[in-house]
């Protein structure tokens, strides 16, 4: 099931009416026909998108007729379909269960946005409840949605949970996307599809209103096209709220990250190469960015070895408890007419749905939350303790201490799989972000190479709040790096040099 409120035969009849006319809009009207013709000739492959917002072109008029002149004035945004926005467009997390989730309410970050002069566009594809409900699910599929493609290799996976952002934005459709990530789910739709990502500290974006996993790692984190964008969106969307006690001190650490961007900003820093994070099939990149980074005046610190066995066990305890605890506070407090009120309503509704929703993977993991003990189980508390100190203070705290480095660099993840709905993901290999996640420590991800014809991204991780440090260091390495290639929209990588559809044309950069 795709759900369309502006659908693709719509889209192309006002892509054609818009061109007669464009001569006569503004600025802002100008970008959001632009993003609508490249849904138009592009999306009906790729199911980045779930919905175009039906105001956007009304939104548009207003900031071609206004005084708004914001950071990101006239600039359409695509947003994860796990964020509410106010309007029509109901709020779904890729799940039929949440079909009527209509909330007419702006997440704060929304609303930061709208006040910087930003369109909402629409909502993104993304992996159904943001791949928590099973661990055979395949990346980029929902109910709601379908599955998402890849634009370099239509028969690869642009992985998850934040597919549509990533792909959309890897295509050309937009520039600025909201993704969300409880574990790689920025990072490696950022990498696999060759755009820039960034987790941020949790505790720097608000998350309310967002349908939650667990907020110990939860946050929303922009994805982009290069550096400078995703600092001009994590500027705007960065900051305190009251709702969220996560967010108390992030006004008080957030900056204007684009404004302090620095091209030398690598020159004499001690960067720790996380020998550990990479595979023989990344080396390739991963030494010609290092050479790079040397280039321009880092001296890099070789870590071959980490240790990390009080994460995996320990999340999964965190994820499972605070998943039954968290989606059942948003699905009470949803003033939307929804049925589904607890993760036990979501589990029953599935099973009367079962052709639906689960005729390619199940939902074991819900099954096990729903089990879980709550919030003041001692178990649980154990866990998220020895989690964190595992991946924080004895994980990237330690080794930037003991290496006497700012920051820590790897490979994020392996190249794009194949979708495969009998056997499921099949991650790549390679990349240390688990880190980052589980410590709420922020990550950045920049394009770093091509592996076969698919893309691959260099990880920045550094201490909390060290956002602004982070960017620069991906900022001075994409201005070393230079232009990065633009998808092809091959059918498949294999076939060396595949016939490309003459209506999917390589995504303007």
């Known amino acids: 099931m795709r759900r369309w409120i502006v659908g693709p035969a719509a889209l192309a009849a006002l892509a054609f009416s818009w061109e007669a006319t464009a001569q006569s809009m503004g600025p802002a009207q100008v970008n959001v026909q632009t993003a609508l013709d490249r849904i138009a000739a592009v999306d009906a492959q790729l199911h980045s998108v779930l919905a175009v917002d039906p105001t956007a072109m009304e939104q ?47 997440a704060p970050l929304i609303a930061r946005l709208r006040s910087a002069g930003a369109i909402i566009l629409g909502k993104t594809n993304l992996s159904e409840w943001a791949n928590i409900r099973s661990s055979h699910s395949i990346s980029g599929w929902s109910a709601v949605g379908g599955q998402t493609h890849n634009p370099w290799a239509l028969d690869r996976d642009p992985c998850g949970s934040s ?97 302090e961007l620095d091209a030398g900003s690598l020159k004499g820093k001690r960067i720790g190469v996380m020998r550990f994070a990479s595979t023989e099939q990344l080396n390739p990149a991963f030494e010609t960015a290092l050479a790079l980074l040397r280039a321009q005046g880092a001296t890099l610190v070789d870590i071959k070895k980490f240790e990390d066995r009080g994460i995996g066990k320990n999340e999964n305890v965190v994820l499972m408890t605070e998943l039954k605890a968290d989606m059942g506070k948003y699905l ?20 009367e749905h079962a052709q639906q929703e689960m005729t390619l993977f199940g939902q074991e993991l819900f099954e096990a939350a729903e089990k879980t003990r709550g919030l003041d189980d001692p178990a649980y508390k154990k866990a998220r303790k020895a989690s964190f100190e595992a991946a924080g203070p004895n994980g990237i705290d330690r080794l930037l201490k003991e290496y006497n480095v700012v920051a820590l660099v790897g490979p994020t993840t392996g190249p794009a799989w194949k979708i495969d709905a009998v056997n499921g993901d099949s991650f790549g290999g390679g990349g240390a972000g688990n880190l980052a996640a589980v410590a709420g ?52 990588i294999e076939e060396g040099d595949p016939e490309v559809a003459p209506y999917l044309l390589p995504a303007p950069r």
């Not at 820039?196 to 309310?208: A, F, I, M, N, Y």
């Not at 950045?444 to 991780?461: E, H, I, R, Y």
């Open 60 to 106: 548009a008029r207003a900031i071609d007729a206004g005084s708004l002149r914001g950071p990101l004035a006239g600039q359409p945004v695509l947003i994860k379909d796990n964020i509410e926005s106010a309007g029509t467009l109901p709020t779904t997390a890729g799940s039929l269960a949440l079909a009527g989730n209509v909330t007419n309410r702006d």
């Open 163 to 259: 597919s549509g952002s990533g792909a959309a934005v890897a295509a050309g459709i937009v520039r600025f996307a909201i993704g969300t990530e409880t574990d790689g789910s920025v990072t490696c739709p950022s990498s696999i599809n060759g755009i820039v990502g960034l987790k941020p500290t949790v505790g720097l974006v608000s998350r309310t209103y967002i349908v939650p996993i667990s907020h110990s790692q939860d946050t929303a984190g922009p994805m982009a096209d290069n550096v400078r964008d995703a600092a001009e969106l994590l500027t705007v969307i960065a900051g305190s709220d009251p709702a969220d006690p996560a967010t108390k001190d992030a006004d008080e650490h957030k900056t204007d990250y684009a404004a």
């Open 441 to 492: 420590y922020p990550h950045l991800t920049v394009p770093m190479g091509l592996v076969k014809g698919l893309p691959v991204g260099l990880s920045f991780m550094g201490p909390k709040w060290s956002e602004a440090l982070l960017l620069n260091l991906g900022y001075a390495y994409e201005q070393a790096r230079g232009p990065f290639p633009t998808p092809s929209f091959y059918r498949s």
């Open 332 to 351: 009470k407090g949803s003033p939307a007419p929804i049925a589904s009120r607890s993760l036990a309503d979501l589990i029953a509704f599935d099973k």
